[in-house]
């Protein structure tokens, strides 16, 4: 609008001072020192004014105009101006957001810029040493201690103690994730602050500005890290979806092949630093800032469930329909399927629709077989694990040996795990497999029976009755694999090979 394009204006922050005259703003650092910035010589604010110049050119370089000085009555310098392009209020992403309009195309582009700047950033050992799973717990360690030791108990105890539980299982076993991201080159100097109430939707594109120059360890982090900064806010202003496609465009841009945990992982620890800033504001007065704290609080509390590792075993007897529901639960939350009938023809050297079928107990079926089967399922399902996936084990699961060690899998790769048993009539599960015409399962009637007769009680696994279709057998499983809502299921991955 031209009235807000044109008129005099100031707006002033924590930092800094903001005066828009014109078409143009221009931006004073207070002379204060915060701890965590220090704007108390004119020295130093004249090098922050230089650094903002340089780090947000790299997102709006038509924007950021240039650093001018001030001088008194006699000539003295006294202080220096970050000089912008005033940009249209009404165009704020935030804005454009809460009232409802299209954005997809700005947002889309968005996340273009964003990619695009991380494929060239700087990157090195003093970057990367920012986001090692050990520095990203230091700074979930920091958070907690603050919150804890605030008055009045904003969040929940209950919240902040599955928040703060959730998080620290989630690091605690995914070390070589983290890794991993630093050796792809991941980590970057990036934005750092990246929030809708500071990106505008031109007609020629958006502008992103104001990223966080103050501390430039605050900008060192993974990209994915980054991007998850401004899903996280979308989906504070109510914009879940946006949140999700926003996330998704990115990865496909960065062709960032991140596990959805660590998606998760990455949006809950940016609404958790929120809360904590909010938890603040709460301390030192603010009324309404309590409010904002448990929404963000929320935000990172959804996202570290949606985000848990988990392994899941499907067992039952041949033709009950585990490998059915197995690929649903697997197809619907995204995560790795390995089946333990196409791991032993691998071992064995076979395509998985060879047939191989011997009598019980004999061939590739043999316990030499099984236990080599078993521990190869094992394996694969550790380091799947150790990087962020969820994984689904397709099996029969009647032997005790084989549960006991998966099981131990799952406690030392800090993932939970849910066992389901499928369940269905012995008729029914004869005509299956009689109906089967391909596939890695050699199993009939017969093998069948005499598996039911050495299999070993297993009374932690949920029994899903199998005989109606996969989808009522999916709809029955999901809410105990997540109990909180199947919903948050972010762009799935495509398939990984069991190898």
Request: hydrophobic share 40%; with cysteine; glycine share 8%.
């Amino acid at each position: 609008m031209p009235d807000q394009m044109n008129g005099a204006a100031v707006s002033e922050t924590h930092s800094g001072v903001v005066f828009f005259v014109g078409d143009r703003a221009y931006k004073l650092k207070k002379p204060l020192d915060l701890g965590f910035l220090d704007f108390s010589t004119r020295e130093r604010r004249e090098h922050a004014c230089h650094e903002e110049i340089r780090l947000n050119r790299r997102f709006a370089p038509d924007v950021y105009l240039g650093v001018c000085d001030v001088r008194g009555p006699d000539g003295d310098l006294c202080d220096h101006l970050v000089t912008m392009r005033r940009m249209p209020p009404d165009r704020r992403l935030s804005t454009l957001v809460e009232a409802r309009e299209p954005v997809e195309g700005p947002l889309r582009d968005t996340a273009r810029i964003l990619a695009a700047w991380h494929a060239e950033a700087p990157r090195g050992p003093r970057i990367s040493a920012q986001e090692t799973r050990d520095a990203v717990r230091s700074r979930w360690d920091d958070g907690f201690e603050l919150v804890r030791s605030l008055p009045g108990h904003v969040i929940a105890g209950s919240a902040a103690t599955e928040i703060e539980r959730l998080a620290i299982s989630f690091l605690a076993g995914r070390d070589p994730l983290f890794n991993a991201r630093i050796a792809e080159g991941r980590v970057v100097d990036g934005h750092g602050d990246l929030l809708a109430t500071d990106i505008f939707c031109l007609d020629d594109g958006p502008r992103i500005l104001d990223c966080l120059e103050f501390d430039e360890r605050l900008r060192w982090l993974d990209g994915l890290d980054d991007a998850s900064f401004l899903a996280m806010d979308l989906e504070h202003l109510g914009a879940p979806d946006l949140a999700e496609r926003f996330i998704g465009w990115y990865t496909e841009f960065a062709a960032d092949p991140a596990p959805a945990s660590l998606r998760h992982h990455y949006v809950a620890y940016r609404a958790f630093v929120r809360a904590k800033v909010a938890c603040l504001r709460h301390a030192q007065g603010d009324g309404h800032a309590a409010a904002e704290a448990r929404g963000y609080a929320d935000v990172a509390l959804r996202h570290l469930r949606a985000g848990k590792v988990d392994l899941v075993l499907v067992g039952g007897l041949p033709g009950t329909g585990k490998s059915s529901l197995a690929g649903a639960l697997a197809d619907r939350l995204g995560c790795t399927l390995l089946s333990s009938d196409r791991v032993r023809k691998e071992l064995a050297g076979l395509s998985p629709e060879t047939p191989a079928a011997t009598p019980y107990g004999t061939g590739i079926y043999t316990p030499e077989w099984s236990r080599r089967t078993y521990r190869e399922l094992a394996e694969r399902a550790a380091r799947l694990l150790q990087l962020g996936e969820t994984v689904i084990l397709d099996a029969s699961w009647t032997d005790k040996a084989e549960r006991d060690l998966i099981a131990s899998v799952a406690h030392r790769e800090h993932a939970d795990l849910v066992a389901f048993r499928c369940d269905a009539p012995e008729a029914l599960a004869a005509e299956r497999m009689r109906r089967r015409t391909h596939g890695a399962s050699d199993a009939d009637s017969a093998v069948a029976l005499a598996m039911s007769a050495e299999a070993a009680p297993w009374p932690e696994a949920a029994t899903i009755d199998t005989s109606g279709t996969v989808s009522a057998a999916l709809e029955r499983a999901l809410p105990i694999v997540r109990p909180h809502g199947a919903d948050l299921v972010w762009p799935r991955r495509p398939f990984l090979s069991p190898g």
